[in-house]
């Protein structure tokens, strides 16, 4: 069978390379110049310290399987570093306390008050999923969470994880990513984080293992219409067309400070809108010569996209340096990201579509679809790989 596969985001590049693995013929067709999608390296600028900035940081989980599977696909294991969870979180005093999967961390977790935490572990080890139409800060109050809780402990992660806040958030979204990734196996929570420039280590990647395995592939070629492709059947990987759903963005800023400031790989600031912050150089293992090289990522944070970059460096360093300490900015580079992710609120997965469209041999694929995931790179690689199952299965079915 021909395949054309359109769009390569990692759902794109995960169908296409289970399809060629398949033994079938698949060319693939992206818009941009460049593979990876969602996941990409800002073009480099005179000036960038090394490696130059991605368009965003972006953390996998040690539940997302098929992420992993991917990376290990196109050769890419090597490119990440996992560590077990324990999330440093600094408050608005300077104090840290971390994050971790365990009771005893919960418990020791002194941005809250004492019965605070423990209602948080009473909580946690009565999870149950009911039914709900709310939003998942309705849910968490509902379960005897204060809305001091909900900021200082439950919107750390659950906001960049579904790039919402807690409060915006369906319940059914906040309570699948809390079993899945805190109450399944210990490792299951672990951070993955990318050591390597996220167009070398996805993009550039696939599209050398799909061209090893015998896929074609056309960068800068925008498909219109699909019906103008000469194949047996087609992939769609591309983000919603005239849906009702809505996006929410992330910014992300990078700073080159004079000082170190941050004494950890990561951490979270609470009451701030730099709301992670990564030591970029230590993470890739390219320390500057001097000073600290971090990124911050605001996510669900629409009010920052309308700000212009002078203003969003000013607001963003200025709240670093006064929570970390003072430093001068050497360099800087924003990427503004408003359809970062589909914005999972309660009632929307209502319009995310599965697979199936109203042509038999072609199939819909992309994080933003009915995955059974939030929108991930995780929901991105098993969309595609349920996409090339789809077609693969229709093709024996013919044939039998
Ligand atoms: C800044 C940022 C940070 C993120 N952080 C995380 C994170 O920490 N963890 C996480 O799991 N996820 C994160 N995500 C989300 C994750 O990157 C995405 O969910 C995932 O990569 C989407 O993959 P996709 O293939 O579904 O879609 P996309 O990556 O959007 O791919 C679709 C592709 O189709 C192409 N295309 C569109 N129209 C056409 C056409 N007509 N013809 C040809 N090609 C076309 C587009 O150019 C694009 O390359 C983040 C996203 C962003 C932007």
């Known amino acids: 069978m021909r395949v054309a596969v359109v769009g390569g985001g990692l759902a794109g590049l995960s169908a296409a390379l289970d399809l060629v ?10 818009a941009r110049p460049t593979l990876g999608g969602a996941v990409q390296t ?9 490696p130059p900035p991605d368009n965003g940081q972006h953390i996998a989980l040690g539940c ?10 196109i050769g890419q ?8 969870l324990k999330l440093p979180v600094i408050d608005e005093q300077g104090r840290t306390a971390a994050i971790g999967p365990s009771a005893r961390a919960l418990l020791r977790y002194r941005h809250l008050s004492p019965g605070e935490r423990l209602r948080l572990l009473k909580a946690l080890l009565h999870w149950d999923d009911r039914p709900h139409g709310v939003t998942f800060g309705e849910e968490l109050r509902a379960r005897g969470q204060s809305s001091r809780a909900v900021d200082r402990f439950w919107d750390v992660f659950i906001r960049p994880a579904l790039n919402l806040r807690a409060d915006e958030a369906s319940a059914e979204a906040g309570l699948f990513t809390v079993r899945t990734a805190l109450l399944g196996e210990r490792s299951d929570s672990d951070l993955v984080l990318p050591t390597r420039p ?22 800068g070629a925008r498909v219109d219409d699909p019906d103008s492709l000469d194949a047996d059947a087609v992939v769609l990987a591309t983000p919603p067309a005239d849906s009702d759903l809505e996006y929410s963005p992330i910014v992300s800023v990078h700073l080159w400070f004079d000082r170190a400031l941050l004494t950890t790989p990561f951490a979270a600031l609470l009451g ?9 150089g230590e993470l890739t293992g390219h320390r500057p010569e001097r000073g600290q090289y971090l990124t911050v990522v605001s996510s669900g944070a629409p009010e920052l996209l309308e700000l212009r970059g002078k203003d969003l460096v000013e607001r963003i360093a200025g709240q670093v340096t006064e929570r970390l300490g003072g430093s001068e900015l050497l360099w800087s580079r924003v990427s503004r990201e408003p359809h970062a992710t589909i914005a999972v609120r309660p009632g929307s997965d209502a319009h995310r579509p599965g697979l199936e469209t109203d042509r038999p041999n072609v199939v819909r694929a992309g994080a933003w679809t009915a995955t059974g995931w939030p929108p991930t790179m995780e929901g991105a690689v098993r969309s595609g790989r349920a996409a090339a199952k789809a077609l693969t299965r229709a093709r024996e079915g013919v044939a039998a």
């Open 21 to 30: 693995d398949a033994g079938h013929g698949v060319m693939l067709y992206e």
């Open 42 to 50: 800002l073009p480099r600028r005179d000036g960038d310290p090394e």
């Open 64 to 73: 997302f399987t098929e992420y992993l599977r991917f990376l290990e696909r």
């Open 77 to 84: 294991s090597g490119s990440v570093r996992r560590v077990p």
């Open 198 to 219: 996220l167009g070398e280590m996805h993009g550039d990647a696939a599209g050398r293992a799909l061209e090893a395995a015998g896929a074609t592939i056309e960068t």
């Open 272 to 280: 701030s809108d730099a709301h992670w912050v990564f030591d970029r």
